[in-house]
């Protein structure tokens, strides 16, 4: 079982500056990619820049990844003009949830086998999912997600709980997504849209598949440069 105790332990100096690192490269560069790429699906923006709350998550702890992606978003989603209703209902409880999870996980030992056949058939889910609600080019990257976890576990073994908690955290957060946005868009617009399974499905499946390939690429040689260039950061993982 794991133990929540290290988690709760109270922010030291260095974790409140993380923090605000966190929050504030989160802030920045989701501005400015997204002023020079605005795209999106519906309401719920095309966010490469996940990986930055990620990596504060891994080298820093959850709280200090989950928390800086929550506000984080916030202020992004009011910059960039979203409703600050929706960013509290969709944006701040998934990334906190998604990045709080990678955090978690991802320094903890993990049943490896088990976690590869596990998101093998949730990949063939989603592919199934994407092909009906969706396009192929969303299919494909799931695909190719499974292959470079895969991949990047075979090669270089000290990364399999990072990739495991990539894609946990991120399935969680898409799926907040997938729910709460489409609800935001029956009960709190004037549009009143209603709130459909496709609809959801295909939200669910944008967040996942626009995100996950730069959490499972850019994640391992980016934490790896923050270690050799801080190597008091690095932890080691408790045994189970």
Sequence with gaps: MFSLKRECEPLKNVDVAAFALNVALYVATGIIFYTILPLSFGQVRFWPQVIIPAVFSVVFGPWVGGLGAALGIFVNDLVLNSNPLLSLMAGVTSNFAAFWLIGYIANKQTRWKFSVMAFGVISALLIGIALVYTELLFATIITGSFALLVVVALLTPKWRSYEVGSVIGLLVGSAIIGITVPLYGQYFTTAGTPVTVPLA????????????????????????????????????????
């Design 201 to 240: 499905l295909a939200t669910f499946i944008w967040t996942f598949s626009s995100e996950i390939p730069f959490l499972l690429a850019l994640g391992p040689p980016i934490i790896e440069a923050v270690y050799r260039a801080f190597p008091n950061l690095k932890k080691e993982k408790p045994r189970e």
